[in-house]
Nanobody, 129 residues
């Protein structure tokens, strides 16, 4: 019964920045790993970044390392995605995802969409050239 709602998407010029938010409701946020995925038209949904509950462990796709930053405010049940130096290839619908607290198996499982239990409806990010 977890509901995730993304916000903050929009149109931005290349080189600009956006900050996405994902607000969770419905049950406790405690222990959840949160992730961001994106899907461009005609492409499969791909992993962008993820963050563990403690915020001490984060993961990034190579394509966004150094440009995107994931963070969370557990008291507000909210996760953020700060996107800097945006490129046209970043254009996609960005989805927030949550994984309930349980062990991770495998070093790259956080990148797999089927590891996550809840998904938001997405927010459109369009980067113009």
């Amino acid at each position: 019964q977890v509901q995730l709602v993304e916000s903050g998407g929009g149109l931005v010029q290349a080189g600009g920045s956006l900050r996405l938010s994902c607000a969770a409701s419905g049950r406790t946020f405690s222990g959840y790993t949160m992730g961001w995925f994106r899907q461009a038209p005609g492409k499969e949904r791909e992993f962008v970044t993820a963050i563990r509950w403690s915020s001490t462990t984060t993961y990034y796709a190579d394509s966004v390392k150094g440009r995107f930053t994931i963070s969370r405010d557990n008291a507000k049940n909210t996760v953020y995605l700060r996107m800097n130096s945006l490129k046209p290839e970043d254009t996609a619908v960005y989805y927030c995802a949550a994984r309930n607290a349980r062990p991770w198996y495998g070093s790259s499982s956080y990148r797999e969409i089927n590891e996550y239990d809840y998904w938001g409806q997405g927010t459109q990010v369009t980067v113009s050239s």
